[in-house]
């Protein structure tokens, strides 16, 4: 069983930065498929970024250029950097784990979730 735990979310003002962490308990965190995704109030859950074990990467238009996902295998640890936050960008954000590389922008290809960290950002 593979338990996540994001920390690093809070408070900031528009156009601030801020970086969320999440470790993995897992012992083959390098083979795995790491996402983040966000809830805001009222919305869906939404995809945000993606890091493959190959280092390869991919995000939501809605961020591109904000933010940036990196990942430290050593450490069982991925990290989303954010950048120039607007409101909208508020949310609690998760961080998820596959086992599988297909369709890396579905909820549902991945096995293992975090509990989530907030982010609010004021305008």
């Known amino acids: 069983q593979v338990q996540l735990v994001e920390s690093g979310g809070g408070l900031v003002q528009a156009g601030g930065s801020l970086r969320v962490s999440c470790v993995s308990s897992?012992?083959?965190?390098?083979?795995?498929?790491m996402g983040w995704f966000r809830q805001a109030p009222g919305k869906e859950r939404e995809f945000v970024a993606v890091?493959?074990?190959?280092?390869?990467?991919a995000y939501a238009n809605s961020v591109k250029g904000r933010f940036t996902i990196s990942r430290d295998n050593a450490k069982n640890t991925v990290y989303l950097q954010m950048n120039s936050l607007k409101p909208e960008d508020t949310a609690v954000y998760y961080c998820?784990?596959?086992?599988?590389?297909?369709?890396?922008?579905?909820?549902?290809?991945?096995?293992?979730w975090g509990q989530g960290t907030q982010v609010t950002v004021s305008s």
């Open positions: 897992g012992r083959t965190f390098s083979a795995y498929l």
């Open positions: 998820a784990a596959a086992l599988r590389y297909d369709a890396p922008t579905r909820g549902a290809t991945y096995n293992y």
């Open positions: 890091s493959w074990s190959n280092g390869n990467r």
